[in-house]
C-alpha cells in the first residue's frame, strides 16, 4: 500500500492561502439559490472543517479533454477555472478549512495546479500509486485528514454544485447516521411522453426531472465510518449496502432550486456553461 505524502509542503502538498477567508482567484460556479439556515447551522454548530475530493478519475468519456489531464482539471468554459477549483471554493464558503485530493490518473497536473494556485483552504494530496476503487480511494485519504476524530465531508471530483453543507450537516446529525449523501434529481435526458391507463397518448414533455432521486457524490460521513471501507473496492457495493440494511445511512434530498450537476461528457460541460450564462443574466 503506498505512503501518504508527507505533511510539509510538497509537490503533492500545497500551501494554504495566507488567509483562508482572504482573496481568491477562483471566481463562485453558480450562485447559490438556498439560503443559509441559521436554525440548521444553531442545531449543528460543528459542522465539519475538512473534506476529501476523490480527483482521480481518467474520465474518457470526456476526451480530448482528458488527453493531458485529469477529469477534474477540466475546465468549466467561460470561467477559466477547472471543476476541481469551484468544489474548493464551494468547499472554503461552506466553512471547510482542510483538504484532501485524492489524486490517480495524471495526477502530477493536478499538483502542479494546486501548488501554483492561490486557494482558500489548506490542501494537502494522496496519490493512488494502483487503483483502489472509490472505496479504497476514499479510505486511503481518510487517513490524511488533520481532524480523525471529527466528523468530515467527501464529495467526487467530477461535481458541480452549490447548496448548504451546513444543512446537511445538521440533517445528518438530527438523524444519528454514520454516513449521509446528498440526493438530486437531474433531468432525464430524453423527451417522454404520457398515456392514460388505455394507452392513449396526452402529452410529451421534454427532459423532465427524474422521479428517482440518484446519489448526488456529495457526503457527511462520521468519524468511524473510514473503518467500515474496503481497503480495494467500492464503498456503494459494499459499505452502503450493509449501512442501509442497519438502517444507519441518511438521505438528504438537494433543496428546491440547488444547483448540481456531473460533468461526464462533453455535452455536460456545454450545458453547465449555457446554465451558468443563464444565471449570470439573470
Known sequence: MPAPSPSSPSPSASSPSSSPSGSSPLPPSAPASVEFSSASAAAYPAAPVQAIVLAGGQGSRLRPYTDDRPKPMVEIPGTGVPIIGHQLAWLAAEGVTDAVVSCGHLAGVLQEWLAGARLPLRVATVVEEEPLGRGGGLKYAAARLPFPDRPWFATNGDVWTRFSLREMAAFHAERGA???????????????????????????????????????????????????????????????????????????????????????????LAEAARELGAQAGA
Not at 237 to 254: E, M, S, W
Request: charged share 20%.
Open 178 to 268: 454514520v454516513a449521509t449523501l446528498a440526493l438530486a434529481r437531474p433531468r432525464i435526458p430524453w423527451g417522454v411522453v404520457e398515456t392514460d391507463g388505455s394507452g392513449q397518448v396526452l402529452d410529451f414533455v421534454e427532459a423532465p426531472r427524474s422521479p428517482y432521486p440518484v446519489n448526488a457524490g456529495v457526503y457527511v460521513f462520521d468519524p468511524g465510518f473510514a473503518a467500515l471501507l474496503p481497503d480495494v473496492g467500492d464503498h456503494e457495493r459494499t459499505t452502503f449496502p450493509r449501512l442501509a440494511r442497519q438502517r444507519r445511512l441518511a438521505g438528504f434530498p438537494l433543496p428546491q432550486g440547488a444547483f448540481w450537476r456531473a460533468i461526464d461528457t462533453v455535452k455536460d
